[in-house]
């Protein structure tokens, strides 16, 4: 995560991850409109606020501020979670991030993703984002794992294992479908539409075998 940065140092280093991610973000005021309009961005600074108060010791008023951080934006973070610099939020209602997650830096989750646990147990229970993630709409990254570096989580996935840096993960249960061993570039970090399905990909193998068996059989026919 490079050196130690101040508090506000890393709320600026998230409204320039707003204005960079966000195509609707644009003209001289982009800066002043993500400050004033975007609910991503009032829930980061709020959980900064709320995260430096959990760490002086503080019981119960920061999971108040949390619960109040939920009402005002629509998105649920634990006071606990640690997050990183450059962080973004796209729309964001219904994310979720549990207390012992870990985020990294310039990590990118759209509306209606977890990151959370898969039981009661103790101890370190939720995800750890590496830097440079982004957790596609709906996804669900679960249970005390750790995703690499430049990873990019499919929309709707579901997330239950490790996943290796520079890797490519979509599915129920996720599924690593590609691994380039080369960073993602930022540039295809909203790109929902051209993700591989290896499902359809699997039965497009199949149709093609049962084409090829029934040319093979129509040639038999023709040679009796």
């Not at 991850?17 to 195509?23: R, S």
Request: with cysteine.
């Amino acid at each position: 995560m490079g050196r130690k940065l101040s508090l506000l140092q890393t709320i600026g280093r998230d409204l320039r991850a707003a204005v960079d991610n966000d195509p609707a973000a644009q003209g001289p005021f982009a800066w002043l409109e993500v400050a004033l309009c975007y609910h991503g961005f009032h829930a980061i600074v709020l959980h900064r606020i709320t995260h430096a108060v959990h760490m002086f010791g503080v019981p119960i008023l920061p999971r108040f501020m949390g619960m109040l951080n939920r009402w005002v934006t629509g998105i649920e973070i634990h006071p606990g979670a640690r997050i990183g610099p450059g962080f973004f939020i796209d729309h964001g209602s219904g994310v979720v991030i549990g207390g012992t997650a870990v985020v990294g830096s310039n990590c990118l989750l759209f509306q209606g993703c977890t990151l959370g646990g898969t039981g009661k147990e103790s101890g370190k229970r939720h995800p750890t984002l590496k830097d440079n993630v982004v957790v596609g709409a709906g996804a669900k990254v679960l249970g005390n794992i750790v995703i690499g570096n430049d990873v990019y989580i499919g929309a709707n996935s579901v997330v239950l294992g490790d996943v290796p840096d520079c890797s490519t993960v979509v599915g129920i249960p996720g599924r690593i479908v590609r691994h380039m061993g080369q960073r993602i570039h930022p540039a295809s970090q909203l790109d929902h539409i051209h993700l591989p399905d290896p499902v359809r990909d699997r039965f497009e193998a199949l149709e093609r075998k049962i084409q090829e068996l029934e040319a093979q059989l129509e040639d038999r026919r023709d040679e009796t």
